[in-house]
């Protein structure tokens, strides 16, 4: 546990419980509002731009808000780690309310108890709620669209800090907690995961929303690649072409790479550029796309072990590409 001078009483393990979880409310809520507002606004550039191109889709289907999801779902847990993944699903940010009151009633219980070591029914629900679920849960889709990713995301946060909140308001109340449940239990909390490991705040919708645009164009190139059509569709590559410099050049994609030219006239001397799809799918699912959209970023450690994982196994093209970002 972090240096604590002034715990030596129960009142002072109880004080710096609460600044703790002040603090830790403070990074993860300005986190989940900067998160929620860069993928709105992200989103709605993807839908302005695609609307611009005649090629708006009025009704997303379900298996592209899937995908959609999870390429904001890299971004989440790249940045801020597993935690932040699995806040945005129903499973932490919902389930069980009633469940948690009674875990913390029994949090409370065992702390008015005159015993040293934590038992196992008086803590356990702290692991399950403040420690990363397994790996497959926390990219698991999350069954809501893109527009619903970010405002989820906060509400599982505030969810989670909440629980924190109601835990010391429990203690204070109760007037008969012990010294060795104060710093048993004060030790426990803040060496969660959730408590420990708080994003930085120099996380900012600024810094997160041209990332996440790039994920979801990432994740746009992906549906796109269930589409044989597009490779021979002349038509398709010049509409979608305005792509180039109305959001991936922006974006910092290669241009040389999801690019091509052709002809206009006989002599071969005017030259048209539209976007290769076939090039941006290829882009898309090869690793300099992922070291772009993290190029900048703060990471966070294991969350970021866990999205390469993710695209290695998911998205990845086993060939290499030539050329650099």
């Not at 900012?204 to 990432?218: H, I, N, R, V």
Request: proline share 5%; with cysteine.
């Amino acid at each position: 546990m972090p240096t604590c001078p002034d715990c030596r009483t129960t009142e002072g393990y109880l004080s710096y419980l609460g600044q703790k979880i002040d603090q830790c409310k403070t990074h993860w809520e300005h986190y989940g509002q900067a998160a929620s507002k860069a993928y709105a606004a992200a989103w709605h550039s993807q839908d302005k731009v695609l609307t611009q191109v005649k090629k708006r889709i009025e009704e997303r289907m379900e298996a592209e808000r899937a995908v959609m999801s999870f390429a904001l779902s890299l971004v989440t847990v790249g940045v801020a780690g597993p935690l932040a993944g699995a806040a945005v699903k129903t499973l932490i940010a919902k389930a069980g309310i009633d469940m948690t009151q009674d875990e913390i009633k029994e949090a409370v219980k065992w702390a008015e108890e005159k015993v040293k070591e934590p038992t196992q029914k008086g803590t356990e629900w702290l692991v399950k709620r403040f420690e990363p679920p397994p790996d497959e849960e926390v990219f698991k889709p999350a069954g809501i669209s893109p527009d619903e990713y970010g405002p989820q995301l906060l509400e599982g946060i505030e969810a989670q800090v909440g629980i924190l909140q109601d835990l010391l308001v429990g203690l204070r109340e109760s007037k008969r907690v012990t010294l060795h449940g104060a710093k048993a239990l004060t030790e426990n909390i803040v060496d969660r995961t959730f408590v420990r490991d708080m994003p930085a705040l120099e996380i900012t919708s600024d810094l997160l929303t041209p990332k996440a645009g790039l994920a979801l164009w990432m994740g746009w190139a992906w549906t796109a690649a269930r589409d044989v059509d597009y490779r021979m569709d002349f038509q398709y590559a010049n509409d979608m072409t305005p792509i180039l410099d109305l959001a991936l050049r922006p974006l910092g994609v290669p241009i040389n790479l999801v690019s091509g030219t052709y002809s206009t006239d006989r002599s071969g001397r005017q030259k048209k550029t539209v976007i290769n799809m076939q090039g941006f799918v290829q882009w898309a699912k090869n690793p300099m796309a992922s070291e772009l959209l993290f190029r900048g970023l703060p990471k966070n450690a294991e969350g970021f072990k866990q999205v390469q994982t993710q695209l290695q196994t998911r998205t990845y093209a086993r060939q290499s590409m030539k050329g650099g970002s």
